[in-house]
């Protein structure tokens, strides 16, 4: 069966310091990836996604940047975090077809404190 | 485009008490309509999908109707349990350039009291 991870849960950083979210996914090969953000009293809103390895587009302009290194690895990333990154970041994945139905899977969502 | 608007809470109930939270969405193409829950910490599960019109989509007691005339999928539960006190999210995903994503609505939180 297939299973999404990401790390670390929960971390509190620094304004201006950078930034790492990892995830990765078992037993699926050619996954679509994603990235939402959660802020708080706010809906979901995707960050990233990725078809393939390299291959990365961004739904929002913003301070962090996304790649894809590995088939079934995803990192989110920033070089200086700033107060409004604060968040609950959530990695995602789902088959690789075109149907509208296929389901996507949400890791265990890591928290982000900016201070 | 696309967007997916659901009944602002927080919704409160009695234990046993029967539960609708009101979702509506406005898409082009033939959607398919999902809604997960967030439990307390946690990150978002599957709760129940329907991929075409007057599909019916069920799980734990749960159920939603794809409803393409009134453009709603309203989530439903008989009895709540104390333990489905969680965030509740309605969502689409669209056919054509935008299918590779999921649009969500800002999420209900339900809190089931004892």
């Known amino acids: 069966s297939q299973t999404i991870h990401q790390w670390p849960a929960t971390l509190v950083q620094p304004v201006g310091s950078p930034l790492s979210l990892e995830c990765t996914v078992e037993g699926t090969s050619n ?3 994603y990235w ?3 802020a708080a009293g706010r809906g979901l809103q995707l960050l990233f996604y990725s078809v393939g390895i ?3 587009s961004s739904e929002v302009p913003q301070n962090l940047s996304a790649s894809r290194p590995q088939d079934r690895q995803f990192i989110l990333s920033s070089k200086k975090l700033l107060l409004s990154d604060s968040g609950f ?3 995602a994945w789902s088959v690789f077809t075109g149907g509208t139905g296929n389901t996507i899977y949400f890791g265990e969502g890591s928290w982000l404190t900016v201070v | 485009g696309d967007s997916v608007t659901q009944m602002e ?5 009695s234990e046993e008490a029967f539960l609708t939270i009101n979702c509506t969405y406005t898409a082009t193409g033939y959607p398919s309509l999902f809604w997960y829950v967030q439990y307390p910490g946690e990150g978002l599960q599957l709760l129940l ?3 075409k019109a007057d599909d019916k989509g069920s799980n734990k007691g749960f159920e939603a109707t794809y409803r393409k005339e009134t453009t709603s999928f309203h989530l439903e539960k008989g009895s709540v349990q104390v333990s489905d006190s969680a965030v509740y999210f309605c969502a689409l995903r669209n056919s054509g350039g935008s299918n590779y994503k999921l649009t969500f609505g800002k999420g209900t939180l339900l809190t ?3």
Not at chain 2, 9 to 13: D, R
């Open chain 1, 31 to 33: 996954p679509n990836l």
């Open chain 1, 36 to 38: 939402y953000r959660q």
């Open chain 1, 54 to 56: 390299g291959q990365i």
């Open chain 1, 89 to 91: 970041y959530l990695c």
């Open chain 2, 9 to 13: 809470g927080p919704v409160t109930l």
């Open chain 2, 49 to 51: 999908k329907a991929t």
């Open chain 2, 112 to 114: 089931v009291n004892p």
